[in-house]
């Protein structure tokens, strides 16, 4: 399987613009900037972006993580916070931190926290990262 998508870029870094646009057509000509990846101007980033896709993979692999345990969430929620830190002349994305809570009738809090761990280490996205990944879980 082979998932694309395109960034096109015009102008300089810092006074330059460009745009993201995804096979699927979800991301069609986003817009993304300097201002929208450094100050907080309307329009998508790379992290955002990454955060996005990790958690939304990790809480897929971990709803069919509890499925092959024998369990059925009714919830799960996952947020993921990328942090960009600089390095050297550049940056680099350093962390992903996943807050979790799930709702899993009949199952524990250790039993829970077992599965998402489970869950992280087999997620594609934690996988590809370079970065420490952390993960707080909580059923609710």
């Not at 059925?72 to 050297?88: I, N, R």
């Amino acid at each position: 399987m082979i998932r694309k998508a395109q960034a096109v870029w015009r102008g300089t870094g810092r006074d330059g613009s460009g745009q993201l646009s995804s096979e699927s057509g979800v991301l069609a000509e986003t817009p993304y900037s300097f201002k929208t990846r450094f100050e907080n101007e309307k329009g998508t980033n790379p992290e955002e972006l990454i955060a996005a896709v990790h958690a939304g993979c990790f809480t897929m692999a971990l709803a069919f993580g509890l499925q092959l345990a024998g369990f059925k969430p009714t919830e799960l929620s996952t947020e993921a916070a990328v942090t960009l830190e600089p390095e050297g002349k550049g940056f680099k994305i350093s962390k992903s931190a996943l807050t979790l809570h799930g709702k899993v009738p009949n199952l524990d809090e250790a039993g829970f926290a077992r599965i998402a761990g489970d869950a992280e280490k087999s997620c594609p996205v934690s996988k590809v990262l370079n970065a420490t990944i952390t993960l707080d879980s909580k059923l609710v």
